[in-house]
């Protein structure tokens, strides 16, 4: 189904609606592909979310979690490390939009050495391949506050919006992501469908939260290697692997690099664009009381009864 209206919608001409969920039309292709093509193996690792919550850092911390055999945690001194000369998203390919260039082939990045292929999507559970589901692949997901989320989707798909029908104003995003009209929105869909499973299947699916993860992210580091069946030893936590980490992926850190700062992905996309500013409640810079009322509603009416809060 194709959006009704010609006119700006998240920068785009068209969105397009499958099982429930929105696209763009340079995404479409690759959605359909990764969801018929995409065999996963059992050792498999998925990275998972809804675009702007906090896949660029998920993708970096699993990455050097499930490499740090191969790939030692180094210095600012020594550079080694693959993240200090590569963006995340170089390191941990998206499935749809690998797909959509290399199609049907879905290859690891040739820097991860881990038996475990790494690999990271936006697809909502509903449109997972089969294998992604059946197997014992593991799905690892993170989500975001609500409002958040809205206000770095914008900001990003305004960055990105290079077609003539130039950029969405606030009130115009905020109106069709209430509607549930967001790339691979409706967003409130997506968090949902991951909770419930991870609920039902927790050796399977793990949710992690970006907040509580800015909150104590030594933690959730730790919950994350214990996750995918990589725990770091007495000796790795006393020689504090698990801070060095930590550190090397955080926010201040990966933005300061050069090649985050003026490095492109071969999109063409800009890498500093995945590092606005990673901040906690960002949104009390611009949704007014009428929006945050609105927002707030709609979680408790989406979230009712499940449980989840965001
Ligand atoms: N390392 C690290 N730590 C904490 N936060 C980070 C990090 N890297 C990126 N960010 C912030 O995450 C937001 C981008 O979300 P995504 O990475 O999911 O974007 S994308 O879906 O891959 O396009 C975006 O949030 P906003 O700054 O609020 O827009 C980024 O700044």
């Known amino acids: ?33 990764c969801q018929k093509y995409f065999q996963a193996q059992d050792t498999d690792i998925l990275l998972i979310s809804s675009p702007k919550c906090g896949t660029t850092w998920l993708k970096a911390l699993a990455f050097t979690i499930i490499n740090r055999n191969s790939h030692a945690i180094t210095s600012d001194h020594e550079q080694k490390h693959p ?45 997972l391949s089969k294998s992604a589901k059946a197997s014992s692949c ?14 770095s989707l914008w900001h990003f798909m305004n960055e990105l919006g290079s077609n003539h029908l130039g950029p969405n104003s606030l009130e115009e995003a905020f109106e069709m992501f209430c509607r549930g009209v967001s790339i691979f929105g409706p967003f409130w869909d997506h968090v949902l469908d ?3 499973e991870s609920k039902e ?53 990966l933005s300061n690099l050069g090649v985050n700062k003026d490095g492109k992905l071969p999109s ?31 979680n408790e009416e989406k979230f009712r009864g499940s449980r989840l809060e965001l």
């Open 83 to 127: 993240l200090f000369y590569n963006n995340p998203h170089k390191l941990v390919p998206h499935l749809e939009l690998e797909s959509h260039i290399n199609n049907p082939i879905f290859e690891p990045s040739s820097f991860s050495s881990s038996p475990s292929r790494l690999f990271a999507t936006h697809l909502p559970y509903i449109s």
């Open 201 to 253: 299947r927790p050796n399977k699916v793990l949710f992690l939260k970006y907040e509580e993860m800015r909150e104590d992210p030594n933690f959730h580091v730790k919950r994350l290697a214990e996750f995918l069946g990589v725990p770091f030893s007495l000796e790795e936590e006393g020689s504090r692997v698990v801070e060095k980490i930590t550190n090397l992926c955080s926010f201040e850190h």
């Open 1 to 33: 189904m194709k959006s009704p209206k010609n006119a700006r919608i998240w920068a785009e001409p068209h969105l397009y609606n499958y099982q429930g969920f929105w696209y763009p039309a340079w995404q479409f292709q690759g959605v359909l592909e």
């Open 138 to 151: 593991k799905l690892v997901y993170i989500c975001r506050d609500t409002k958040d989320t809205f206000i």
């Open 268 to 298: 063409g996309v800009e890498n500093k664009t995945f590092f606005r500013g990673g901040e906690v409640g960002d949104w009390k810079n611009y949704l007014s009381p009428e929006m945050v009322e609105q927002l707030n509603r709609l």
């Open 194 to 196: 991951y909770w419930k």
